[in-house]
């Protein structure tokens, strides 16, 4: 009889307590088609994180974590189906790695308040978190890449570009089009020259672009490419004898894949970048520990390390933290995806805190406000170098023109407001 | 020599180098469609699964690898051996013909007689098919395809040029090499045609494949050939474009730049194919440093192709070289 009564009181007991349901973060990854090479080092670097604070700290908050994978193959009507069939599993945060598919979800997430992160993509004045109430873009985005390469050449001159000739390279779609009217803006400022030299997608054959840059001689060229663009470019400037030392690409040109295939042709190939490259951070010794070791790793355990990998990663822990600044503001640790939102607003990256979690200077500190959802803009330069065959950081995470870029956020955010009628979501 | 006309000579001449890569491609749609009446939608495919099988045989890396893990909780990735690049361009021509085989035995020989439509359908079935077994016999990463081939500036092209006009002209020795091997292949293609038993037979079937059967020629054993045949030539459009850009899943794609040259050549003519891909080649190019670049924008030569073609199919709907199609009701 004491038996039973005890049973029924342990069962009472487990009904009246909470059910802690896991944290879900979707993952809506790319491990197949042309751009599979990109997709699976970010999927396994998001995905690996969470499974290492899941097996070292039990989860965020005690609760567990759990990554929903979802295959887009990098198309925008599979990243909206995989959108649909995952908002009911109480997805917490979504990160659909496309601008493409960054701009069909912003209306959908927000009218079922659930937040998005574009780290680095997207549209780059969803950083006025005034008009785009659930969509993030922090630490930086397009605008902040392109005057973060033309502070770097600044730096590089003496701080004169006045005369000097600039060349963009940039993938025919609204993505490489977006830095355009910044440095358009930035050149009338310093005073450089700047030609535009458009790619057609999917960019294997660059040969009238290269010709022109041969013959136009530029003393720069900033790429804006994705995929087999930037092997093809950065081939054909090794072709033309273009100084490597003189290109820069932005962050989604400059991964280990974008340079490998031109061997030691592309030694000295510069690109942007807002988190730290290599694998030298305690928090890889946590992953190996608790991940690979365990046989838990996302992927074949191959990707650890290479720019792709810990921007994934980086994604993770900007999330982690978020749930976890959510889980303080609410003071429950089974969050929902509108009080992630409130944690993600409300989110402070200070070195003392990535010291905390293995990753010193991996990024840069910042704090996110309901005004501002794209960070402080702070952009860093990495350098391969093809003898070591790795990427090396060159400069600090480095200050860009808000002078130019806020009024241009100010104005493409207030016209979505318009056109969306959209009230004010600060006040 | 006024710099504009030299750069626009040099714009010429990359133009008819990057339309023998743009034939290399066509050139194995030609010879499918030529045999067997299918537009082979996977021949992208097939470029791009004979050079991952290509890189994937000179690193030694042991196929369906992460397959092989996951089921056996093993971890091997490679043998530990690096096999030269001419003996592994052969294993990976035999695999291309098992491959044919394959195609034969267990799709095309099931849909004989299918009217034009199922087969393109059945080919486009066989390229996503082929993509993922691609993918799960050799991964997904960007592979680089070093078989010797040179790259960069040719020296001796620039420095005589610049003697002669005051202008060094930019040609790619990749596509020098291209060019040579793009005639040669066409040689070797016509006179295989032309004075083989083989060669016999595969016209004899692209004539009329009844007539073939009932003379003895075995139509099995010609498809068979004849998917081979495009397994080299799409080998070597890997290759080529391969060494360009690494080898990786978008490879597939170059096909797109094949359609113009077939629209425009004709799909039954071999010749068709390099003289299309010429045109195309110097059309886009030109038109893109004459018209594109300072009047539109640039970025045109994609849709300039096709636009090409277009016209020259609106007077010639058969393409330059192709058969005219003559049907007695």
Wanted: aromatic share 12%; hydrophobic share 50%; net charge negative.
């Amino acid at each position: 009889m004491k038996y039973k009564l005890g049973t029924a009181a342990v069962a009472a007991l487990m009904a009246a307590s909470p059910v802690m349901a896991d944290l879900v973060f979707p993952s809506l990854s790319y491990r197949t088609g042309p751009y599979a090479a990109g997709g699976i080092p970010f999927a396994d670097g998001y995905a690996d994180y969470f499974s290492m604070i899941n097996a070292r700290d039990g989860g965020i908050g005690g609760v567990a974590a759990r990554v929903l994978e979802c295959e887009t193959g990098y198309n925008t009507e599979k990243g909206v189906e995989c959108y649909e069939s995952t908002k009911g599993e109480g997805a917490l945060v979504y990160q659909p790695l496309s601008t493409g598919i960054t701009y069909q979800l912003i209306p959908k997430t927000t009218a079922d308040n659930i937040p998005m992160h574009t780290m680095g993509y997207g549209r780059t004045s969803a950083a006025n978190g005034d008009v785009f109430s659930h969509t993030f873009n922090y630490p930086a985005n397009y605008w902040n890449g392109a005057s973060g390469a033309i502070s770097y050449l600044l730096n590089e001159n003496g701080g004169d570009l006045k005369g000097k000739k600039i060349a963009l390279v940039y993938h025919n779609s609204a993505y490489g089009k977006e830095p355009i009217r910044t440095l358009e803006e930035l050149a009338a400022k310093h005073g450089f020259e700047l030609s535009l030299l458009p790619v057609d997608h999917p960019g294997q054959e660059q040969k009238s672009q290269w010709l022109q840059i041969r013959r136009d001689r530029p003393d720069n060229v900033i790429m804006y490419g994705w995929g087999v663009m930037n092997q093809v470019a950065i081939q054909e400037a090794a072709n033309i004898r273009f100084p490597m030392e003189n290109f820069i690409g932005i962050w989604w040109s400059g991964s280990e894949n974008d340079v490998l295939p031109a061997g030691a042709a592309a030694n000295g190939y510069k690109a942007l970048t807002f988190h730290a490259v290599g694998d030298d951070f305690p928090v890889f010794a946590d992953i190996q520990k608790h991940v690979v070791d365990a046989g838990n790793a996302a992927g074949a355990g191959d990707q650890i390390g290479t720019v792709l990998y810990n921007r994934g990663l980086y994604a993770a822990m900007l999330a982690a933290e978020a749930a976890r600044t959510a889980q303080g503001i609410h003071g429950t640790a089974d969050i929902t995806p509108a009080m992630m939102r409130d944690g993600m607003e409300a989110l402070e990256i200070t070195e003392a805190r990535m010291t905390e979690l293995g990753m010193p200077n991996f990024g840069p500190s910042f704090n996110v406000s309901c005004a501002n959802h794209g960070g402080p803009g702070l952009i860093g330069v990495t350098q391969w170098d093809a003898g070591a065959s790795e990427w090396k950081l060159i400069s600090n995470f480095a200050a860009t023109d808000m002078d130019v870029i806020q009024p241009l956020i100010d104005a493409d955010s207030g016209s979505y407001a318009t056109e969306n009628n959209i009230a004010s979501n600060c006040k | 020599m006024p710099e504009q006309l030299a750069f626009t000579i040099e714009v010429f001449l990359n133009g008819l180098m990057a339309g023998v890569l743009y034939a290399l491609v066509a050139l194995g749609f030609v010879l499918i469609y030529k045999a067997s009446g299918i537009f082979n939608y996977a021949q992208g495919v097939m470029a791009l699964f004979a050079a991952l099988t290509l890189v994937g045989i000179m690193e030694g890396q042991v196929p369906f690898a992460h397959l092989i893990n996951a089921i056996l909780g093993t971890d091997v990735h490679h043998f530990g051996w690096h096999v030269p690049a001419f003996l592994a361009i052969g294993l990976t021509m035999v695999v291309m013909i098992v491959l044919a085989y394959l195609v034969q035995r267990f799709v095309f020989r099931y849909l004989v007689g299918q009217e034009p439509i199922i087969l393109f359908m059945a080919t486009i079935g066989l390229a996503y098919f082929m993509e993922g077994v691609g993918d799960l016999m050799w991964g997904s990463e960007i592979k680089t395809l070093d078989v010797g081939l040179p790259q960069g500036i040719n020296i001796a092209i620039d420095e005589t040029t610049y003697g002669w006009f005051g202008y060094g002209f930019f040609i790619d020795n990749l596509d020098i090499v291209a060019a040579i091997i793009a005639i040669l292949l066409v040689t070797g293609l016509v006179l295989f045609a032309q004075y083989t038993k083989q060669g016999r037979a595969m016209r004899a079937v692209a004539d009329d494949h009844q007539a073939a059967l009932s003379v003895g020629v075995s139509l099995n054993f010609i498809w068979i050939l004849v998917w081979s045949l495009a397994g080299f030539v799409a080998l070597v459009a890997g290759i080529m474009w391969g060494a360009k850009s690494g080898v990786q899943f978008s490879l597939s794609l170059i096909a797109l730049k094949a359609l113009p040259v077939l629209m425009l050549g004709g799909f039954t003519s071999i010749p068709g194919a390099i003289v299309g891909g010429l045109i195309i080649g110097v059309g886009e190019k030109l038109f893109e440093f004459l018209i594109g670049a300072p009047f539109l924008g640039g970025a045109t030569e994609n849709w300039f192709a096709y636009m090409l073609a277009l016209i020259f199919l609106v007077f010639r709907p058969q393409g330059l070289f192709g058969e005219k199609i003559i049907e007695r009701v």
